[in-house]
Every structure is written in C-alpha cells, then in structure tokens.
C-alpha cells in the first residue's frame, strides 16, 4: 500500500531535543509538526490546528500523557494517538490503549520504525474525510451503495461510517465502528478474537490481541449507554452481540 500523502502531526513532549528529532525524522517525508510540550497546550492545539494524528509523550507537565489522550477523545477526536514514551511497563502501555491511543512507541526507536507506525496508524483511520473533526464515524467500509446494518434497536450505515441506537447516534472511534460492524455482520453469533484483530486493525501484519479490550471495553460502555444490543465475551475465544428483540 502506498504511503499517505503528506500530514500535520501534533508532537507532544516536553523534551525540546526530541520533539526537534521526531521533527527532523517525520520532515523527511514531507510531514508538517505542530508542537506542545505540556498537556494543556496540546489539546489547545488540537483544537486549533485540526491535526491528522498525534504523537504523544506521557510524563509532562500539567496533564500528562494518559489524560491528554483521554481528554481528545472525550472530546470526539478520531484522528490516531500513538504514544511515544520511555515507559516500558506492561501497564503504562494497558492504560493508554484503554484510554484511547491506537499506538505505543517506546524510546528509543529508530526512524524506520517510527514511520511504519505512522503508515500504520493512517491505514486504519477515516478516509475522505477532514481529519480532526469531532463525531465523524468513519473507518474503510463498503461503496456509497450499501444499505444500513441492523441488529435489534441498533443502526449502522456503512456509506456513511455512522452508527445509532434507535434515534440517537452513537460517537465512535474507527477502530470502535469497524469492530461494531464486524459484530452486526455476524448477527449474533461469536466472532472469534482473530476476526476482530482482522477487522478492527486491517493491513496490520500481526496485531497485538491485548489491543482488542480497551477498545471492545470501550464500545461496551458506549452501548450500553445508549441502550444498544450487549456485548458479550466468551473468554479467551471472542465476542458476540446480544439483544433480546433479535431472534
């Protein structure tokens, strides 16, 4: 698959020497940074500047890490977090997928490297769309001919990328609506846990199985919320819509 075209990346981290790498690193691919070294200015640029993805430290002043990602998604960002931290430990890694980041990058890592998760991390968001924009349901699906998916009270439209519970939508990640639509596909019956790193991470080569739960913990919460179809696990096999309209 071709690269993407050239991004504007928000860089958080509040190491002037590596924001000025990471800089030097993704410039050489035409790639425009945006910069914040501190939590509260990086979600003020975001804001501001509407980036495609961000590239997120955890350890800075103010808010750090962890609340920076949950901050932009309570606020409806759908563009890529991938974090990029020092912090090697298994729960520092569990915690920011949970809270929301696509991604985690330990330092150091080498340019090739970084790139490749930069390529990655664009694959799987929206396409066609402005990136940044908050509520936007969007993920690669099917032609603008496709009709809706139904599953009880449970609505999604696959030409749109939107999703609703009866009348009222529901604001979901990509990776959130492709793991969702996956599931309606199903019909009720269990897809397996391969089929959902297949669905929800397309064109990866070899996902990580850890990164199924935040998301499906994630998208549990939302539907429940909405009082949509439940989700439910079969440990250690996979996952399964349930809704008692459904026969």
């Given at each position: ?9 928000l ?12 800089t030097a690193?993704?410039?050489t ?8 070294y ?12 509407s ?17 920076v990602?949950h ?10 977090i991938?974090?990029?931290s ?7 890694k ?9 991604d985690?990058?330990?330092k150091p ?10 390529r990655a991390a ?8 402005p ?12 032609g ?29 990640t ?7 639509e ?11 846990h ?18 199924l ?25 996979g ?9």
């Amino acid at each position: 698959m071709s690269p993407p075209g050239p991004l504007r990346i928000l860089v958080v981290d509040d190491d002037p020497a590596m924001v000025g790498a990471i800089t030097a690193l993704v410039g050489t691919e035409g790639h425009q940074v945006v910069t914040a070294y501190d939590g509260l200015t990086a979600v003020r640029r975001w804001r501001e500047e509407s980036p495609d993805l961000v590239l997120l430290d955890l350890a800075m002043p103010g808010p750090d890490g962890f609340s920076v990602a949950h901050q932009l998604r309570a606020e409806g960002a759908q563009i890529p977090i991938i974090v990029v931290s020092g912090e090697r430990a298994e729960a520092a890694k569990v915690r920011a997928l949970d809270l929301g980041a696509d991604d985690y990058l330990v330092k150091p890592f080498g340019k090739q490297e970084l790139l490749a998760r930069i390529r990655a991390a664009m694959r799987r968001a929206p396409r066609g769309a402005p990136p940044g924009v908050p509520g936007e349901l969007l993920g690669p699906g099917r032609g603008r001919g496709s009709g809706p998916l139904v599953f009880g009270r449970l609505a999604l439209e696959p030409a749109r990328h939107e999703a609703r519970v009866g009348d009222a939508p529901l604001v979901l990640t990509p990776i959130e609506y492709r793991l969702l639509e996956a599931l309606v596909q199903a019909r009720g019956e269990l897809v397996g846990h391969a089929g959902l790193l297949a669905a929800g991470w397309p064109g990866e080569r070899d996902p990580d199985p850890l990164w199924l739960k935040p998301h499906l913990a994630r998208l549990r919460r939302k539907l429940e919320a909405a009082g949509g179809p439940a989700l439910v696990s079969v440990r250690a096999v996979g996952w399964s819509l349930r809704d008692e309209e459904v026969a």
